[in-house]
């Protein structure tokens, strides 16, 4: 692989003459590290004591000492960028770097770290935003919509580590090379694929769904015999990072609603540091992300650790998906799964 391939050599490219895009280069060079490091790290997690289950986060969710070790990792990382500031899945509070960074950056470290004794790929999300001014004590750059950021991405640690990320001018593919020790620049402006015909979502919540959700997925599963008129797949990782990848590569829809589960009301992912990065990722490759109905990149946060219904890929199906929404706002019978339905109408 020729040397100016490399994310480095990339990013300089991208901020030469631009002075005001260097802290988001050299923020996205530090989370490039964190990320190799972190690899390693995965590579022996299964059978070593970082698999081991410690406490809990912000968010109710369990705590490995892995997702603490790669929070650590990256925290030391940015503190050698000019990052003002960083929100974390696991920390409870905005943790101050440097009230003169420029950038503000908000991070799930290991997302799916549940996933670990299955050998599932498991990843890093992050979202780099401008920071407001060094007086601001809340760091209100975090609360901006999602369409204010500057870059955001995701590792995924796999059969191969591959670096998702996007300057707001396309999505990129980088994956790691180990003689290089680097990321290499493997894919540029990539493209979501449009008209496949699978779906992601976890079809065991089904009796806690509302009713349009139930509806969509009545007539996926009703295939070529239903309205859709179609035979359609359904994938489920349980991994937002390797449900995000295969989308991204593969195209279809992911869907992750409410329902009516206590704790579930208002969706279960994070607005800041999970679906606005995974949101920009799909909107600049030609997909599209909303909550089911809103944009999600014009959702403005109350909260640090707000959490969001997400659905997102190819757009068209996106869009379909809104459409259920729309026509079933009010509580209606729904027919029993595997049943023939006749809701939806082009």
């Known amino acids: 692989m020729a040397v100016d391939q490399r994310l480095r050599a990339f990013l300089k490219a991208w901020a030469d003459g631009r002075p005001e895009r260097g802290p988001t280069a050299a923020a996205m060079l530090a989370l490039s590290r964190s990320a ?58 905005i943790r101050i770097l440097d009230r003169s960074g420029k950038v503000a950056v908000a991070i799930d470290p290991l997302d799916g770290s549940s996933n670990i004794d299955a050998n599932v790929s498991i990843g890093t999300i992050f979202s780099i935003l401008p920071a407001r001014s060094e007086a601001d004590p809340d760091f209100s750059a975090f609360f901006a919509p999602g369409r204010m950021q500057l870059a955001a991405g995701f590792a995924i640690y796999g059969p191969q580590t591959i ?18 020790c680097d990321f290499v620049v493997a894919e540029k402006a990539i493209r979501l694929p449009a008209g496949k015909r699978e779906y992601a979502v976890n079809t ?3 009796r806690f769904w509302e009713p349009a959700v139930r ?50 009301g208002q969706g279960r992912l994070r607005l800041i540091y999970e679906a606005n990065p995974i949101a920009f990722l799909v909107e600049q490759a030609g997909g599209a992300a909303t909550d089911g109905m809103r944009p999600i990149l014009d959702l403005i946060p109350r909260e640090l650790h707000q959490r969001t219904p997400l659905v997102f890929g190819a757009r068209d199906e996106v869009e379909r998906v809104a459409i259920y929404y729309r026509g079933l706002s009010e509580p209606i019978y729904v027919a029993p799964l595997f049943n023939q339905r006749s809701l939806y109408r082009n």
Request: net charge negative.
């Open 163 to 180: 670096l998702v990320f996007s300057l707001g001018a396309g999505t990129h593919v980088a994956q790691f090379d180990p003689g290089l």
């Open 36 to 93: 190799a490091e972190i690899a390693g790290l995965v590579e022996g997690a299964a059978a070593g004591t970082l698999n081991r289950t410690v406490g809990g986060n912000a968010g109710g969710d369990s705590q490995k000492l892995l997702d603490l070790r790669a929070n650590e990792i990256i925290l030391t990382a940015l503190e050698d960028a000019p990052v003002s500031a960083v929100t974390s899945e696991e920390l409870d509070d």
């Open 215 to 264: 509806a969509y997925v009545d007539d996926c599963v009703a295939g070529k015999d239903g309205p859709r008129g179609a035979d359609y797949n359904m994938r489920w990782i349980a991994s937002l990072v390797a449900e995000a990848y295969r989308i991204l590569s593969r195209g279809g829809v992911f869907l992750y609603p409410r329902d009516s589960r206590k704790g579930y």
């Open 204 to 206: 065991s919540n089904y």
